[in-house]
Every structure is written in C-alpha cells, then in structure tokens.
C-alpha cells in the first residue's frame, strides 16, 4: 500500500519538504525508533521531550490497556474518578513548597492558558481588578494557544496572528558573553532587574504576573543565569506579582531533579508540567497552584454547588491519561531517574562541550541535566538552512535530533547509556564535519 501524504497538514513541519522526503517512524522501544524501512533509528530528543523513561514501558502500556476496558471516559465536570484524585495527590507529593492543588489540562499549551486565567481571577477574586497584565521573556514558548503566545518571546510563532493580551517582555539571558558556558551562566542576574522598570512602566496594580521557563526549552535550551530566577522571586514579592513556572519541559526530571524549581531553589506561585507528566504515552497536562491560590478561589465561590473557577476541557483528568500519569510517576520515582540524570548530566555535558565547541559552524554550545543545544552559524542569509541540513543528515545516518530556528537539540532519554550519548553526540559531530 502505498500512503497518500496529502491530507495531513503536519504540524510546525515544513510539511512540502517532508511530503517530498518523509521520515516516517512506526514503532518505538527505549531509546530506538524503528522507520519504515525498518531502520533502527536513536532517539536524541526523548520523542519531544516528552519520553525520559524511554519508549514503550510496559509498566504504562498495561496501566493503559487495564484502564481502556476498566473505564474508558468519566465527565471531568461535577463527578470524578478515583485515578484522578490519586494522580493529583502524587504529583501534588512531588511538587516543591506549598503546590498543592493539580488542574488538569491535555497539553503544554492548554497548562500555559489555564495558567494565565487563574492568575487573572485570582486578582479579580481578591479585588484587585486592573492586575491584568502579563510579563512574559523573550524567546520564551509557551505554547500555541492565544494567551501563551502573547506571553511568548519568539517571533515566528506570533507575527502572522495578532496580539490579545496586555503584555510586555523582558529580556532572554542568551548573553554572547556566556557563549561555551557548561551548566548556568556567571553573567546575566542583572536582567531579572528589568522588572523593576516593567513595574515603574505599568504600576504593580496593574500587572497579574510573570511567568518564565525556569530554563528556557524550545528557543535551545536557556539554562538561567545564576541569581537570576532568584531576583525573579523577590522582584515578584516586593511587588505582589504572581510568579509562573512554565515546566511543560524541566518539569519531572528533565534537570537531574523533580523540577525545575528544585534543581535552581526557587519555587513559584504556579507551576505547569505536560510532556513527562506521562511520558508522553497519553496527552495530559497539568497546572499547580499554591495552596494560598487554590483558597481563594474556594473562599470567594458562594454557595457551594457553584463553580469556584469557570474553567476545565472535556478531556482534563481523562481516565486513560491518569493512569498512564501514574505509571509513569510510579518509574520516575522508582527508579531514581531525576538522581540519575544529576548523576549522569556531567557526563553529557563534556561530551557536548568537547566533542563540538571546535566544529565548523559552530556559535554557542549549552547544557543543563539532559538538555543540550548549539547554535549554528546562518548559512548566506538562511539562519534556518544548516540546523535542517544537520539534522536531515543525522536521519540519515540513523540519529533523532531537534532542530528549531538556528539550533540543534538534544534530550536524553533519562535512561540512555553513555554509548548511545556517545553515538548521539558523535553523530553531530561528524555531520558537522563532513557538511563543512
Ligand atoms: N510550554 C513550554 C515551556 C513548552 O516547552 C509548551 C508550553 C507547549 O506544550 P504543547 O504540549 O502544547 O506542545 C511547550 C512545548 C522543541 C519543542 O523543539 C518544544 C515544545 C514543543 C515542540 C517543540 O523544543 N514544547
Ligand atoms: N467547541 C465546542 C462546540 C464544544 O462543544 C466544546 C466542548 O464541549 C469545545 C469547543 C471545547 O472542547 P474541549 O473541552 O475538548 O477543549
């Protein structure tokens, strides 16, 4: 049979390429894909961040299965089941300080805009109706959704469709004086002193909250300067702004702890998670409010059969997602797998340092836990071209990488073994090479 390409429109693909050369992946088992030409394939990117427990795990493939026959839907809105209290009692047991309250979503996106509509209704519950305001970071992603693109920071994914929230943006940490740094930059805490200015700008009562990656993921991996998320913290203090930690990827060990708060100290108001929430076997995201939050929405909601938020998706604390969430919380946890990524991490951040700051082309290296970029040299006036050209070759040779504006990224899966980080990372460096 051969498939017609036609009626899928791919998404964040350049889908006339792809239809034209199509990397098509059918079945997964640890860190391997196998393609259609049966080709064993590694997988550098753990899926799309989403996979750090590998592919396949049986423990979530029979939670899955058990779950579908025991019960396969449960309206979200005035009843429950017991998974999903289960769920939320385990993810809220993981989280750092007093997050304490789970709201489920089914993605990154749908996190980041839930996220956005508490932080606003909290105010308005409190009385401070004008703090509506968003402060988001350039070259920050949080998704696709309106209001996560509003707060967003890269500018291909907002020119083509308009702004709908009152935001302004600090500046990225991405310094040129930080370029090879292994691990958190020395330079760049200052930055977070820009809300001060915000704040002068627009008034405190005017601004709801600022909502940050704790590392910057999708513009190619933005460990945080040291002090910065700190500065951050206080900032937001001093002046009564709600502080969001959008972990949709640092969230559940992708930083060699069980999140991004734990491994930089420094714990926010909110915090989203998605990807790893379930290894991405099942889509399902999450949104962590304070217990300081979550009270105000149930002090101000009048009697009690009201709705305290107005707010949930048909499909938030689906059956199926909780249990494969519980599964793969069961493995995160059992076997250590955030300690192994501390473990490991330095490891992988000298190979990606050793094996590639030298290589042509070669602008930026950066790390942190199981995450590593590079930023390639533009190629004439095509920022985009090499990264593509890499990693179409790295398919080709039998590696999965990320590409994305002008980098390449990498994610371990938390399970892989040095030799595989060996061939991942060798692969690059040889492509890099040889494409000279
Ligand atoms: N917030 C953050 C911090 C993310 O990284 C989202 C929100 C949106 O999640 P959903 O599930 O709606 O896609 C993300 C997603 C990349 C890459 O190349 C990263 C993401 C998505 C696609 C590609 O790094 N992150
Ligand atoms: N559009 C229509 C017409 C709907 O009826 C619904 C949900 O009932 C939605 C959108 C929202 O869908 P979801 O809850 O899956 O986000």
Redesign the pocket.
């Known amino acids: 049979m051969t498939l017609n390409l036609d009626a899928y429109w791919m998404p964040y693909t350049g889908n006339r390429q792809f239809k034209r050369d199509p990397r098509m992946i059918e079945s997964a088992s640890g860190v391997w894909f196998t393609d259609s030409d049966g080709r064993q394939v590694l997988d550098g990117h753990s899926g799309l961040w989403t996979s750090g427990l590998g592919h396949a795990r049986p423990e979530i493939t029979e939670a899955v299965s058990r779950q579908m026959a025991e019960l396969d839907f449960c309206p979200p809105f005035q009843f429950g089941h017991p998974k999903a209290f289960e769920l939320a009692t385990k993810i809220a047991d993981l989280m750092p300080g007093d997050l304490n309250h789970v709201f489920y979503t089914?993605s990154g996106s749908?996190s980041a805009d839930t996220s956005l509509k508490m932080a606003r209704a909290y105010w308005q519950l409190k009385g401070e109706t004008r703090k509506t305001r968003f402060i988001g970071r350039l070259k920050g992603y949080h998704g696709v959704n309106y209001g996560g693109v509003a707060v967003g920071g890269i500018p291909a994914n907002k020119k083509l469709f308009g702004e709908v929230l009152e935001t302004d943006h600090l500046s990225h940490t991405m310094l040129p004086e930080n370029a090879f740094t292994r691990g958190m930059p020395t330079h760049g805490a200052h930055l977070a002193d820009e809300l001060e200015a915000l704040v002068e700008r627009y008034g405190a009562d005017t601004i709801a909250a600022v909502i940050v990656e704790p590392m910057g993921g999708s513009a190619g991996v933005l460990p945080p300067p040291q002090g910065y998320l700190q500065r951050l913290r206080d900032l937001c203090d001093k002046h009564d702004l709600l502080l969001i930690f959008d972990e949709v990827i640092t969230g559940f060990g992708r930083c060699g702890a069980m999140t991004g708060a734990d491994a930089f100290g420094v714990i926010p108001d909110i915090l989203n998670v998605a990807k790893q929430l379930t290894n991405g076997a099942v889509p399902m995201g999450a949104v962590i409010a304070s217990t300081e939050i979550h009270q105000t929405f149930m002090d101000n909601g009048g009697a009690d059969y009201v709705l305290e938020f107005a707010h949930?998706?048909?499909?938030?604390a689906h059956p199926v997602a909780c249990a494969a969430g519980l599964a793969a919380l069961d493995v995160l946890v059992e076997e250590q797998l955030p300690q192994r990524v501390a473990e490991e991490a330095p490891y992988f951040e000298a190979l990606l340092h050793d094996q590639l700051s030298d290589k042509p082309f070669v602008l930026d290296v950066r790390n942190f836990g199981f995450a590593g970029a590079i930023t390639l040299e533009a190629k004439g006036d095509e920022p985009l071209r090499r990264p593509f050209e890499i990693a179409m070759a790295m398919w080709k040779r039998g590696v999965l990488v990320r590409y994305g504006g002008d980098t390449i990224q990498m994610a371990p899966h938390f399970v892989m073994q040095r030799e595989q980080m060996d061939q991942m990372v060798g692969t690059l460096a040889d492509c890099l090479t040889e494409l000279n």
């Open positions: 089914n749908e949930g998706y048909t499909y938030s």
